[in-house]
């Protein structure tokens, strides 16, 4: 998996889940989500859709905001970025489920949108129960 060559990734910080014990979906839309092109340098311009079904763990709005910006200095295709962050707010939280729409504006005629997911694993059922 190719990674982006991030000096420093910034500390999604998070809160606990004040209903552990049911299942909710929590949606954030990210309209000003900036990264660089990586074959020209030139500014990429998207909106990011995250939702997610928090396990223990709910993301803290104003630092994914802080995490987010600090893409904006950062080359990369759509399909790779996408992926890392969904990678990053995975391993800051744990959620149960998680998805990312990125919608990326048009680029030489052509917009983009990159869908990745995350799927909990469910502890197996035991024998005889």
Same mark, same amino acid.
């Given at each position: $998996?190719?990674?982006?060559? #991030?000096? =420093?990734?910034? =500390?999604?910080?998070? +809160?606990?889940?004040?209903?552990?014990? @049911?299942?909710?979906?929590?949606? $954030?839309?990210?309209?000003?989500?900036?990264?660089?092109?990586?074959? *020209?340098? =030139?500014?990429?311009? %998207?909106?990011?859709?995250?939702?997610?079904?928090?396990?223990?763990?709910?993301?803290?709005? &104003?630092?994914?905001?802080?995490?987010?910006?600090?893409? @904006?200095?950062?080359?990369? +295709?759509?399909?790779?970025?996408?992926?890392?962050?969904?990678?990053?707010?995975? %391993?800051?939280? #744990?959620? @149960?489920? $998680?998805?990312?729409?990125?919608? +990326?504006?048009? #680029?030489?005629?052509? @917009? *983009? *949108?990159? *869908?990745?997911?995350?799927?909990?694993?469910?502890?197996? &059922? !035991? !024998?005889? &129960?």
């Amino acid at each position: $998996m190719q990674k982006t060559n #991030r000096k =420093q990734v910034l =500390q999604i910080e998070t +809160f606990p889940n004040p209903f552990p014990g @049911r299942d909710y979906t929590i949606e $954030m839309e990210c309209p000003e989500f900036t990264c660089l092109c990586p074959k *020209t340098g =030139q500014p990429d311009f %998207a909106t990011l859709y995250i939702s997610y079904i928090p396990e223990k763990l709910c993301i803290e709005l &104003k630092s994914l905001k802080l995490y987010l910006v600090s893409y @904006r200095n950062e080359g990369g +295709f759509h399909e790779n970025l996408t992926n890392v962050i969904l990678d990053d707010l995975v %391993a800051a939280c #744990r959620p @149960r489920e $998680m998805k990312i729409v990125g919608d +990326f504006n048009v #680029r030489g005629g052509i @917009r *983009t *949108t990159v *869908t990745v997911e995350h799927l909990a694993k469910k502890p197996a &059922k !035991k !024998k005889g &129960k």
